[in-house]
């Protein structure tokens, strides 16, 4: 197997790659709203692509960040009576792929599903087809998703440099900035419930495409003043992307739309009256201290997320 193939693959705890993709959509109606629903990449050339995976406990978790657009899954293998097996997890729904070798490439294509752990029929099943090879040391991908019917849900191909932890560092150049984290969330860090919020988006995020700041901080402060808003106004959650300020309601429901299947399913509440989402919000920010408590500190971020706190 080629090395670069290996490396997605092989052993170590942790890999990482970056590079770019080209993304087609579903022509379907249907199909675009399903694949909105899972978090699949919005179409395009040479879309930044960084990679994840990490190998805990015997299976993979796999994140892929397209653009803005992050998806997850996890990855268990099949076992003795099944060692080319893999079944992929995307949520409630878990997809049983056969994985095969033909010359120096990774052939995958799905033969099952269940979803909640009932069987589903192949009639209504949608089928994957995929092929991993490597080209000039670096790890190339095609992946085709479709669904009886609706046809394409998605098809992104591309190419990527990746390393793992057992690897020295990768040059400078190696690195793509466009990967870089693109948006930091100013949160009120002496509220128990915006700290939760955080701290349950916080795990969720596994690419680590946002920073945390509390509020009240100097950072916080100063980056409210930086982007016109008030250095003194706690009263709502932040959300600073791509350079772009989102508040209140905007921003809780563009951190959902970042999230991956089954949560992002809250982003349907977008298709509320901006009156009504703020009316909600507002409601939920003038009673958090005394519906949730709240410290006389910002909290510590515990150790595993810690690096991605401003101070």
């Known amino acids: 197997m080629p090395e670069p193939v290996r490396r997605a693959h092989g052993k170590g705890t942790r890999y990482t790659a970056v590079g770019t993709s080209t993304v087609t959509p579903a022509r379907n109606p249907l199909a675009r709203l399903t694949a909105w629903l899972f978090s699949f990449p919005d179409p395009g050339d040479n879309v930044p692509v960084h990679l994840t995976v990490i190998r805990e406990d015997g299976r993979e978790i796999w994140v892929r960040r397209f653009g803005a657009r992050q998806f997850a899954s996890t990855h268990d293998r099949g076992g003795d009576e099944k060692p080319r097996a893999v079944t992929e997890r995307f949520g409630p ?112 995020d596994l690419s680590g495409s946002v920073r945390y700041c ?11 003043a930086r982007h ?26 563009r951190l959902v739309r970042r999230m991956t299947f089954p949560w992002n399913l809250f982003g349907v509440f977008v298709v509320l009256p ?30 595993a997320l810690r690096s991605r706190f401003i101070a």
């Open 93 to 204: 729904l878990a997809f049983h792929l056969d994985v095969t070798r033909r010359d120096e490439r990774i052939l995958v294509t799905s033969r099952g599903m269940h979803a909640f752990g009932i069987p589903v029929p192949r009639i209504v099943m949608p089928t994957v087809q995929a092929e991993e090879w490597a080209e000039c040391d670096r790890f190339c991908f095609d992946v085709d998703i479709r669904l009886p019917v609706l046809g394409r849900l998605v098809r992104y191909r591309g190419k990527l440099t990746g390393t793992t932890d057992n690897d020295l560092a990768p040059q400078p150049d190696s690195v793509d900035s466009n990967m870089k984290p693109d948006a930091i969330l100013l949160f009120d860090g002496m509220c128990n419930l915006c700290c939760g919020s955080m701290a349950f988006y916080a795990k969720r």
């Open 214 to 224: 509390a509020i009240q901080s100097d950072t916080g402060r100063a980056l409210l």
């Open 228 to 253: 016109g808003r008030d250095p003194d106004d706690f009263s709502h959650m932040v959300l600073i992307e791509n350079g772009q300020v989102h508040a209140g309601a905007a921003a809780v429901l």
């Open 274 to 303: 901006k009156p009504l989402q703020n009316a909600i919000y507002s409601l939920v920010a003038r009673t958090r201290y005394r519906l949730f408590g709240r410290r006389s500190m910002c909290r510590v971020p515990v150790p």
